[in-house]
């Protein structure tokens, strides 16, 4: 596709304009070779499991079971979903501009240290008003600190990737001094935290089910990015500077607000999801916001190749690995760390896989295209 | 053009390979915990060999795994968050545990109180004492022991050994449980030489290796000659500190292996103790009092065995402090008693005995400690 196709025609007309076999082909491959990685990278970790002496096969019925086979499974899934859908809309918005930001847990904790610092002015208003607005403050504070990535980078060439990462280890340090310190209830002795929530600013779970409000939330953004970058002008704008900047800005395009934009954007996305950790979970601000769903996020983002619909199913997974951690440690005496080094098999399996685009044979629309 | 090395076949192998992947998924049939006997959960903060808080409590859960008819869940590294309230249903759900250590501070408010209600049945045993009749369930308790005591008796070993009178102190955060474990090492030192002061580094994480050598080196280049530490796990504070010569004084866990020759003693918990006492309550059809302390005398505490450094002066007035602790009502804090900025704790003729409460709200360090709260 070219800028200038004269027909406009899109790959998404492919029901008409190359037949529906041509055109599903060309949209298994986004789907198969990722899915085909993950199978790589289980059964390459399933070699590491059998060097370690221990049986691959109950390994992956344990994180079945633990993440996926019942219920009570689902919901534990599920409730680690979550934050992990905001942090990873963090590294994936910035990423269609061709940016690696990494440093979301940063606005992920920051986020959560504004929610809690204001949630005492608003104890006496109702929930359904305040908790949008601890939410949008949350999001601004978010958005300031990535957007600082972002500025910086447009601005003065900082490479955004390494601002990012360390900006993170100040905004950990600011939330500890914080929450320490000015913002400090009292009656926190041995913890130290904000005030505790009033109980209407707590959000709560989606009836019938122990998961928060904060998984719908979090699937609504990934669907409404999902919009942006793939159905409007902006998201256009921002997959041609992704692309190649120069010709970016030689078409005019606002290359600058952009960049701030998209990582801003992302950013108000992990302070969101820092507020719903406080108002979902924690009913304060403290240390523990700092639990690394930023991090998590990374790994999301990439497995997900910066589609934010994919960052649904791969969250969900990622969650359910997560989730079946503690019963792998309990029924097969591996440590907690086994979960992480799984993640990190799948994780180079799909960097690796993205070399294959193009490659299949089967994929290939003119194979399939009606004479 | 692009090539198409890949056939077509070979696409069809890894169809093949999806589908066995996809049946091996499908394998759901793990035997459960023995329907017999009790479960016992153990969830711990950071790594049970952590040689600290973590490792000492492992060491407990061990114990119990040795009780007859017992079988024990163990969950190392589980963060504060929906994390620890997952693991504690986990627990229940599939190993049908119904007594649960979940042994971090930071566990109780909101994680134990959000899951305990949904399982009156189950136990949830934690490690702080924060519990209360008003307004916590009465499925859950909490247990903690006075440990500040154990660092008094590290004090009087170190006020023996430190030749410089000077001592070290590397700690976390300036909470009152850390504080009083600093402000209990000194005035266990000046028991025994009013002129010894402590200076204190608090680095600002539970864990943090590297803020941890830094401080004990910054110590040790301020004159410091005997460190002790309230981290979650002191291996890097010992092994730093007796790299440079210096003595040590272990804390949470046993450390003399670290460093044999210079570890003079150790303010250690004593879970073994507690746990199996806790666990046999239950095993007997008892009930486990929500609300449970104590010290040395009640076996909630213990301290290493003296090193090879330990003068014959030291371990008599270790000795002899410690014989006092065992009566039970002993008082660490004495007045006339001042802050280290000024401000009276404590007139003449008045004390703090151990079970204070007024002890548990500290946000001062005492006079003679070299270091600030913020």
Redesign the interface.
């Known amino acids: 596709m070219t800028l200038a196709d004269p027909s406009g025609r899109t790959p998404r007309d492919w029901l008409s304009a190359e037949g529906w076999l041509a055109g599903l082909a060309r949209r298994s491959e986004a789907v198969a070779i990722p899915i085909m990685a993950l199978i790589v990278g289980l059964a390459a970790f399933s070699i590491f499991l059998v060097f370690v002496g221990k049986s691959p096969s109950e390994f992956y019925s344990l994180v079945y079971r633990a993440g996926f086979g019942t219920s009570f499974s689902w919901q534990n899934t599920l409730s680690r979903t979550a934050p992990l859908l905001l942090a990873a809309l963090c590294v994936a918005l910035p990423a269609r501009l061709g940016l690696v930001v990494i440093g979301g847990e940063g606005a992920i904790v920051l986020g959560g240290v504004a929610a809690g610092a204001l949630a005492g002015a608003f104890s006496s208003w109702p929930g359904v008003i305040a908790i949008p607005l601890l939410g949008l403050a949350g999001a601004f504070v978010g958005a300031a600190w990535i957007g600082a990535v972002g500025f910086l980078r447009h601005a003065r060439g900082v490479n955004e990737t390494i601002a990012s990462l360390l900006m993170a280890y100040i905004a950990i340090a600011l939330m500890n001094h914080l929450v320490e310190g000015p913002f400090r209830d009292p009656a926190s002795l041995n913890k130290p935290s904000t005030a505790l929530l009033a109980e209407q600013l707590r959000l709560g779970n989606i009836p019938g089910w122990d998961v928060h409000w904060g998984l719908l939330i979090g699937v609504v953004l990934c669907v409404l990015s999902w919009l942006l970058i793939d159905r409007t002008t902006w998201g256009f704008a921002a997959r041609i500077a992704g692309g190649n900047v120069k010709a970016a800005e030689v078409q005019g395009l606002p290359v600058g607000r952009l960049i701030i934009g998209f990582t801003a954007l992302g950013g108000a996305f992990a302070g969101l999801a820092g507020v719903i950790e406080v108002s979902a979970i924690h009913g304060s601000a403290n240390a523990s916001l700092a639990s690394g769903y930023g991090y998590t996020g990374i790994l999301i983002a990439f497995l997900a190749r910066h589609n934010p619909l994919a960052i649904i199913p791969v969250a969900i997974l990622l969650a359910g690995f997560e989730a079946s951690s503690g019963l792998i440690q309990r029924r097969m005496d591996l440590p907690d760390a086994t979960v992480l080094v799984l993640q990190g098999f799948v994780f180079i399996a799909i960097l690796l896989s993205d070399s294959l685009y193009g490659r299949f044979r089967i994929f290939a629309p003119e194979r399939w295209r009606t004479a | 053009m692009?090539?198409?090395?890949?056939?077509?076949r070979g696409?069809l192998k890894?169809a093949a390979?999806?589908t066995g992947?996809t049946a091996?998924?499908?394998?759901?049939?793990?035997a459960t915990a023995d329907g017999h006997g009790l479960t016992v959960g153990f969830i711990y903060v950071g790594p049970k060999d952590d040689f600290g808080y973590n490792q000492a409590h492992a060491e407990g859960a061990a114990a119990v795994a040795e009780m007859e008819g017992v079988t024990v869940?163990?969950?190392?590294?589980?963060?504060?968050?929906?994390?620890v309230?997952?693991?504690m249903?986990?627990?229940i759900?599939?190993?049908s545990a119904s007594l649960i250590f979940p042994t971090s501070?930071?566990y109780f408010?909101?994680h134990i109180l959000e899951v305990a209600p949904k399982y009156p049945e189950v136990r949830f045993q934690h490690a702080?004492g924060l519990w209360s009749a008003d307004e916590h369930p009465m499925n859950v308790g909490s247990y903690f022991g006075y440990i500040g005591l154990g660092q008094y008796l590290n004090g009087v070993v170190a006020g023996h050994i430190s030749g410089t009178k000077k001592l070290g102190f590397v700690a976390a955060?300036?909470?009152?449980?850390v504080l009083q474990n600093i402000n209990s090492y000194l005035l266990g030192a000046r028991s025994v030489d009013p002129s010894i002061t402590c200076q204190v580094i608090f680095t600002?994480?539970w864990s943090l290796a590297v803020k941890e050598a830094e401080a004990t080196n910054a110590l040790a280049d301020s004159g410091c000659d005997v460190i002790t530490c309230h981290v979650d796990g002191p291996k890097v504070v010992m092994e730093t500190a007796a790299g440079r010569g210096l003595y040590v004084c272990g804390y949470h866990a046993d450390q003399s292996p670290l460093a044999p020759e210079l570890y003079l003693t150790g303010a250690e918990w004593n879970w073994p103790g507690v746990y199996t006492r806790m666990v046999q309550t239950v095993l007997d059809g008892g009930t486990i009092d929500n609300f449970d302390r104590g010290g040395l005398s009640e076996g909630y505490i213990k301290m290493s065995p003296l090193g090879p450094a330990v003068t014959d002066a030291a371990r008599n007035q270790f000795e002899a402090t410690m014989a006092k602790m065992m009566e039970g009502g002993f008082a660490a804090y004495e007045g006339p008693l001042m802050t280290n900025t000024g401000t009276e704790i404590l007139p003449a003729g008045s004390s703090f005995v151990e079970t204070d409460i007024a002890l548990?709200?500290m946000d001062y360090l005492v006079e003679g400690v070299i270091g600030s709260t913020?």
């Open positions: 692009t090539s198409y090395p890949i056939s077509r696409m890894g390979a999806l992947a091996l998924g499908t394998l759901p049939q793990i869940a163990e969950e190392e590294n589980v963060a504060e968050t929906v994390d309230q997952k693991s249903e986990s627990m759900n599939f190993d501070f930071g408010d909101p702080a955060k300036p909470i009152p449980q600002g994480e548990e709200s913020s």
